[in-house]
Structures are given as C-alpha cells and as structure tokens.
C-alpha cells in the first residue's frame, strides 16, 4: 500500500494542512516529522477555522491514527491547549487516534527565554526572524545532548536531576551572555512534571508503530512543517528553521526507512510568500503584494504576521522538487490570481549579466539576482464551486499546465478556493480513494 509525504517547496505557508487533512481520509496514519509550534496549519472546515500547530492535521478525520515523531519540537503547555481547543470544537483526542513519541524533545521556558533575547540582540538587518517561540535552542540542545524528551516527564526524579544539572548552564548563558535573569529550576519542574501526568497515556514508542504499520501494509501519510526552502540544510541559511524540513526531515524524525515511501506531493502556492527575513527574489511591493496579500489572506496562523508576497518563483520551485524527489505537484490558491489581467512565472534569475536557472547557496548572489519573467495573460472568473479541468477559465488552465511543464511535474491537485472541498485533482496520481 502506498506511503506518500507531504512537504512545503516553497518558504512555508503553502497550504499543506489542507493537502494533509484531504489525503488523511484516504490514509490509516498522520505522522508529522519535524517541526515546532512555530509552523501553523489552517483548515476551514463547516465555516470553522481550525489552525493547529503541534497535532498532525489527519485528526480531523475519523479513520486516521495521527502521531507526532520524534523529530518534532513539543511545548506541553501549547499542546494540552491544543488537545483542549480540538476537543471543545467536538474532534475527539484521546490514546485512541493520537500519540506522541517519547523521543520527542520538549521545549522548556529558557528555550524561549534565550530565542526572544538572542533576536532582540542581534543588530537591525541580521535578525533571523524567528518566531520567539525557542524551536532553534531546543534543537541547539538536543544536538548539544542536553535536551529534555517527552519520555523524560513522565520520570519525576530523573527529570528533576537532569533539570537542575541543564538549568545551571542554561541560567548561567541567560544571566551572563544574555543580560537577563534566570529562571526557577523548582517552579519549571512543578509546572513541566505536571503536563508530564496530563500527557502520559499519549506518550509510546512511535517509530515502531510506523514500522509496524508499514510491514501490516497501512497507507501511512507523513507530514512536514515549514518548507524546503527553510530547510535547515537545503534552505537559504541562516534566514532557515532547525531541522530538515525536507524529505531527509521524515527518516530521522519518524524512523520509517525510504522503502515505505511511494509518492512524495510537493504544496506550492500558484505565487510565493514568505515571512520574516531573508532573500526573497520574485518579492512585489506597492498594489501587487497588496492584492496578493488581501486576496490570499497571508498572515501568519502562528504568529498573525503579514507575509511578503511576490509571483510564482519557478527557480525555487524547480530546486526545492529536485531535492526533495517530488512526485506530484499540489498547487495552491490558485483562486486567488483571478482578476490579474497578467500573471508572471519566474524561469531564471539574471546576475552578472547573464540569466540562470540554478538556485544559488550564497545569500549575497541570491539578494543581487533578478527574476527573468515569463507574462501570462490573466482571467476574472471566480473560481470557486470548480470541480474538474474543463471548467477551469482556459488561461488558468494554461497556467497550471505552463507549471507542470517548467517543472517536469505533474500537478495532481489544485485548491480553487479556501474551503476545504475547494479543490479539483487532475490525475490519479498520489492515492486514490
């Protein structure tokens, strides 16, 4: 039975929730790989809202099992919100349908503490952008091997000892490089062992229960955060998040081996946004972003900020599906480029006085490159109530193919509106019904 992932390609926000929560009904497993409450997905579902930020998406649908590995970056405190918000929406969480791996590294209050103070330090023009929400120093700290794991609450005397012993260096950086003050060992052990009891029958060894469920031969969907283009390997460091976002993100952060995987569906807007800081090339300003912005509604669902908005960056896109491997193309917000009159595909970037197509390492080359244009003409229709090709207006239709053929990737599935049977699939490409 097939496998598939499913990952951003381009800086985030591309409506992977969505692509999730539609391919769950036809999946037994939701395994979210990296990531932390930084990353936020939004699911319009019977004219609710639901933004979640720590539980894989599938736990809107019924028939799913949704599980968060060991590559993700738990905060308690958010998730048994979390937990407490789906369950008064009337979704069901319990043991039954979400687990957590007791691998999970967990955010504590000085991983925020120091994220918050490190941004505010750094001089105006090399701040990263960071969401304050202390994903970096959690990571910084499991690869420094001292982190606290999920597994760790639910041990009351060694989860104290090793508090004490990680607080005194944590405390010790925080009051003498930072400037600040430190934090109470003893009152973070009361409230961190507490969420340790609350989340205790979540808590098990996820990575063989994917194991397990590959050999039962259970459609298993795995589920990134952030995009590849944040990756902290593949993306444009250091303006990138902590882990790997990419493909490599789902065989570290789950413990499924690549025979598992079939399909692998890259989520890219049909234009590009991206927040916080760094190079951005196909970046618009003046009514352009602003109609992006209005029409997409791009704010953050995390942290509520406006995003940068440009025109679809085709370089980008080709070098995030390269790395990545991708199979098949979900192309989002399609919807919102109607009343263009043009719309603009990015195909090369122009340095140096000639034009590349490679998507280039160094940020000072990337922050100089100018995007080489290929102008469509637009269309006004409402796409909205779409549901099969043929009725697309035809210069949309043109668009989407004019995507698959810069690419070398079908696309598989087009969102036309922001509900969430908004969309129209191609082909029969990823998994059926």
């Not at 304050?132 to 000892?161: C, H, Q, S, W």
């Not at 196909?282 to 995390?302: C, K, P």
């Not at 009159?341 to 490159?369: H, R």
Request: glycine letters at 12%; charged letters at 25%.
């Amino acid at each position: 039975m097939p496998s598939i992932v499913v990952l951003g390609t381009q800086w985030g926000d591309e409506g992977k929730g969505r692509i999730v929560d539609l391919i769950a009904s036809r999946t037994d497993l939701v395994v979210r790989y990296q990531g932390g409450n930084n990353a936020g997905h939004t699911i319009v579902t019977d004219g609710k809202k639901i933004i979640l930020h720590h539980v894989p998406s599938g736990i809107l649908r019924e028939n799913s099992l949704s599980l968060i590995g060991n590559g993700v970056v738990i905060d308690p405190k958010v998730l048994v919100a979390e937990i407490d918000a789906l369950r008064s929406a009337g979704y069901p969480v319990s043991p039954s349908n979400f687990l957590i791996s007791e691998r999970a590294h967990v955010i504590m209050p000085y991983h925020r503490e120091i994220d918050l103070l490190r941004e505010k330090r750094r001089a105006s023009g090399r701040k990263i952008g960071t969401t304050g929400r202390g994903i970096g120093p959690v990571y910084e700290d499991k690869y420094a091997r001292r982190g606290i794991r999920m597994l760790d609450l639910t041990e009351p005397e060694a989860f104290r000892n090793r508090l004490v012993s990680v607080m005194a260096e944590r405390n010790a950086y925080i009051e003498k490089v930072l400037g600040a003050e430190s934090l109470d060992p003893e009152r973070v052990y009361e409230e961190y062992v507490g969420y340790g009891e609350v989340l205790r029958p979540f808590i098990s060894d996820v990575s063989a229960i994917v194991r397990r469920s590959g050999d039962e031969g259970k459609r298993i969907l795995f589920e990134g955060a952030q995009g590849s283009l944040l990756d902290i390997d593949f993306g444009t460091y250091p303006y990138v998040t902590s882990s790997n976002a990419g493909l490599g993100g789902v065989f570290s952060g789950t413990g499924a081996v690549p025979a598992l995987i079939s399909s692998i569906v890259g989520v890219a807007k049909a234009y590009t946004t991206r927040v916080g800081e760094g190079p951005f090339p196909t970046e618009e300003s003046g009514e352009i972003q602003d109609a992006l912005r209005r029409e997409g509604e791009e704010y953050g669902a995390t942290t509520g900020r406006s995003r940068r908005c440009g025109w679809l960056d085709g370089v980008a896109l080709n070098y995030a599906l390269r790395t990545n491997g991708v199979t098949a193309i979900a192309l989002t917000k399609l919807d919102v480029l109607s009343g263009f009159e043009k719309v603009k595909i990015c195909t090369g970037y122009g340095y140096n006085g000639s034009v590349t197509k490679e998507f280039p390492a160094s940020l000072s080359v990337l922050e100089s490159c100018e995007p080489s244009y290929e102008e469509m003409d637009g269309w006004d229709e409402d796409l909205a109530g779409i549901k099969s090709a043929e009725h697309l207006p035809p210069n949309a239709l043109r668009f989407v193919k004019r995507v698959e053929e810069l690419t070398g990737v079908p696309v598989w599935i087009v969102s036309v509106g922001p509900q969430r049977d908004m969309y129209l699939e191609l082909r029969d490409c990823v998994v059926s019904r």
